[in-house]
């Protein structure tokens, strides 16, 4: 036995050097905020024959190109919403002396107010830390379930644990992935869980080793979920519940309907059948809000004007949910055709109505270059404040803000300089709003943030600092070329809500 343990001991002594020394074989670059001093993720570094490298969740790049070790080598240095100090020829870089073993920290600007902090998903978050022998806060730094992308978050705490949930997840051994959602679970930073500045310990549902499928059924075609909610039940248990959409193609359903989270086989199961021409249902993003005594859920699809009484039978009952509309009672939008209400023929009648499809966003817009609706006559008519310009948009969540005193969203803009990468900050004392002046928090060049949603089990000092995530992809951006690594998953941001640019006004 002594003899078997001394041999192990002679093995693991063997291989140290061996560790040390892969370690050793690189330059090790690190991005860091010059505001906070956090490594940045998501930064290019571009030699002059165009090998690019990105930097990890911690900022760093670990370089060994044969060839150009030993040497001076010149970094063009370039990230969303961040700026490097430009040269005498206007160019952003350094020239760095390459050397096996060395090291350079680089400070950059942020543009941004919100930071840049962390991949969440995906193969090598931390493939450069660990390249480079540092320490990674993850339990799986490198792979995790063998998840290479996914899309689109929803989380809620449910049961003592945060459970994620994604659209499509793509993996390594196959061009297409899982398309049933998969999910994962974390603890909560207060029990045990990373400090969300640091990272997200995910805990995958999976099987054979791979991401499995949370919303799994017979028929084909990708199941999607949104307007997921937390409640009790008629007797008293705690119950978790989604909207599913099942898809033909990107824009086509084929089923939709009610799903139940089954707590034995942790899956959502089906409920009920919502008709394919509903007007309303549990949609986007859900935020819990007491009005007078009485709680609802409001839904956010961009803005929050659907909502239910958060008891288990009005949420199960398509019946009592309601829009806030200008509509006449039991009335759609039809193009250039809106039935609106107007008191006497002259003030338009805002309320909660039944049966009643929300006129937001792109309906909005349409009244209004139509003639039939002034701007200042809705209460979703945000403008950003610096360029005075209507901000129009096509995802939002909405949550009450302790440290604003206010109801704080987080939205994206819909072909403003990026066509889904531009990410705001809006404020209003009520969730029906009126929600007018909105502040560019991130932005992204040519380059897809879809989905952004904001995280409130995560908000630090009372609110001051929240957090919020989304899908980083090339895919409706008119970019040809994706991110490695990055493409297609989630990136977080936080934002410190007592920055100076978010005077609203």
Not at 243 to 262: A, C, I, Q, W
Not at 414 to 440: D, F, H, N, Q, R
Not at 454 to 477: A, L, R, V
């Amino acid at each position: 036995m002594r003899g078997i343990i001394e041999l192990a001991c002679v093995i693991i002594l063997g291989l140290m050097p061996a560790v040390r020394g892969a370690a050793s074989d690189y330059y090790a670059i690190e991005i860091v905020d010059e505001q906070s001093g956090r490594g940045v993720p998501l930064v290019e570094l571009k030699t002059t024959n165009n090998i690019r490298y990105y930097t990890d969740s911690n900022g760093l790049v670990a370089f060994e190109e044969p060839g150009l070790m030993g040497r001076k080598v010149f970094f063009t240095i370039i990230s969303h919403g961040y700026e490097f100090a430009k040269d005498g020829f206007g160019i952003s870089g350094v020239a760095l002396d390459v050397k096996a073993g060395g090291s350079a920290k680089l400070k950059i600007k942020r543009i941004n107010i919100a930071e840049r902090i962390y991949r969440l998903t995906g193969q090598g978050i931390y493939r450069d830390t660990v390249r480079l022998g540092r320490n990674a806060p993850l339990e799986e730094p490198l792979l995790n379930a063998e998840v290479l992308g996914q899309d689109s978050v929803y989380a809620e705490v449910y049961r003592g644990q945060i459970h994620w949930f994604w659209g499509d997840t793509s993996r390594a051994a196959y061009p297409l992935g899982l398309f049933n959602t998969s999910g994962a679970v974390s603890d909560l930073p207060e029990k045990g869980g990373l400090k969300p500045g640091v990272g997200v310990n995910l805990k995958y549902f999976a099987a054979k080793g791979f991401s499995r499928p949370m919303a799994p059924m017979a028929e084909k075609g990708p199941v999607w979920i949104e307007g997921v909610v937390v409640l009790n039940d008629d007797a008293g248990k705690e119950r978790m519940l989604c909207h599913f959409s099942r898809m033909k193609d990107l824009g086509t359903r084929l089923e939709r309907g009610l799903m139940v989270y089954n707590d034995a086989k942790n899956i959502f199961e089906k409920s009920l059948p919502v008709p394919l021409d509903a007007v309303l249902a549990p949609t986007g993003h859900a935020t819990r809000v007491k009005v007078e005594g009485q709680e609802y859920f409001y839904f956010s699809a961009p803005y929050p004007a659907v909502r239910v009484k958060a008891d288990w039978k009005s949420v199960r009952d398509l019946g009592e949910y309601e829009a806030y509309t200008c509509l006449a009672q039991g009335t759609r939008y039809e193009k250039g055709d809106a039935k609106l209400d107007r008191a006497d023929g002259d003030k338009l009648n805002w309320g909660w109505k039944k049966n009643t499809q929300p006129v937001q966003a792109g309906e909005i817009e349409e009244l209004v270059s139509g003639g039939k609706m002034k701007r200042e006559e809705s209460p979703f008519r945000l403008v950003d404040m610096d360029t005075k310009k209507p901000v129009r948009l096509h995802g939002s969540s909405v949550y009450w803000n302790e440290y604003r005193k206010k109801y704080v969203m987080i939205a994206l803009q819909m072909m403003g300089t990026s066509m889904l990468g531009e990410v705001y900050l809006a404020e209003s004392e009520t969730i029906e709003g009126p929600w007018t002046s909105a502040k560019k928090i991130v932005t992204h060049n040519k380059m897809d943030f879809y989905n952004p949603t904001q995280h409130p089990f995560f908000d630090e000092e009372g609110g001051k600092i929240i957090y919020f995530e989304g899908t980083y992809t090339n895919t409706f951006s008119g970019n040809p070329t994706p991110t490695p690594w990055y493409e297609y998953n989630q990136v977080m941001y936080r934002l410190d809500l007592s920055d100076s640019r978010l005077k609203l006004g």
